[in-house]
């Protein structure tokens, strides 16, 4: 189904360990974005690409890692979990060449570092 | 740095109701301004989009408007439903469509 997908829904893991988040559009969108949401704190850019193998930092970059190969992929990667960063995590996406455009997103992924 | 505000945080009203969600930013400099709705555990979904040049956007029960120069937005419902029920959510764009998010505010529309 075209759309922007995000895997997995929910996933548990311990302090110190690595996990990628992984976000997949089929739109061929330029822009991908990778959010945070806390209470408190609503959404926080973390990380955003324009293309292929361009990415750049936003808010809240400290702790993770991306990557942009294809277009369509756009992974997330803590490097060492920290509790921290237990939050929902949203990939996002759109097409903008005139920052005008409207963002697309994920249902989420529900990450708790125990 | 942007900092938008939303209020009120939260919000019950009797179905049928007229309402006024409010957003406020501080950098009058942005690209556009987003509406969006979040149903608990899902994701966003984008309702109304204002660029910079424009003063309002309609869609269905939905009217935004938008005054860049005094850094505020107003997303009116028409006639509220229990459908409505959601969080609302304002982002306003800097260069490379970066959003900067308000907290939103979560409606409640009861029968």
């Known amino acids: 189904d075209a759309g922007i997908t995000q895997s997995p829904r929910y996933k548990i893991t311990e302090t110190g360990r690595q996990v990628t988040l992984m976000c997949h559009q089929t739109?061929?969108?330029?822009?991908m974005f990778w959010y945070r949401q806390d209470l408190g704190h609503g959404l926080r850019l973390i990380y955003y690409s324009a293309a292929a193998d361009i990415t750049d930092k936003g808010e809240v970059p400290d702790g993770y890692v991306v990557s942009r190969s294809k277009t369509e992929n756009f992974p997330l990667t803590l490097e060492s979990a920290t509790r921290s960063q237990t939050s929902v995590y949203f990939c996002a996406s759109s097409d903008s060449r005139t920052s005008n455009e409207k963002l697309f997103f994920g249902s989420g992924t529900q990450l708790s570092v125990l | 740095k942007q900092e938008v505000t939303q209020i009120p945080a939260a919000l019950s009203v009797p179905e049928g109701e007229n309402l006024v969600l409010n957003c406020s930013f501080t950098d009058s400099a942005i690209y556009n301004l987003q509406w969006f709705r979040q149903d608990p555990g899902k994701g966003l979904t984008s309702l109304l989009l204002?660029?910079?040049?424009?003063r309002e956007q309609t869609s269905g029960r939905l009217n935004a408007s938008l005054d860049k120069s005094s850094g505020r937005s107003t997303l009116y419902i028409a006639a509220s439903q229990p459908g409505d029920s959601a969080t609302y959510l304002c982002?306003?764009?800097?260069?490379?469509?970066?959003?900067?998010f308000g907290t939103g505010t979560q409606l409640k529309v009861e029968l």
């Open positions: 204002i660029q910079s040049s424009q």
């Open positions: 739109w061929s969108h330029s822009y």
């Open positions: 982002a306003v764009a800097g260069g490379g469509n970066k959003l900067t």
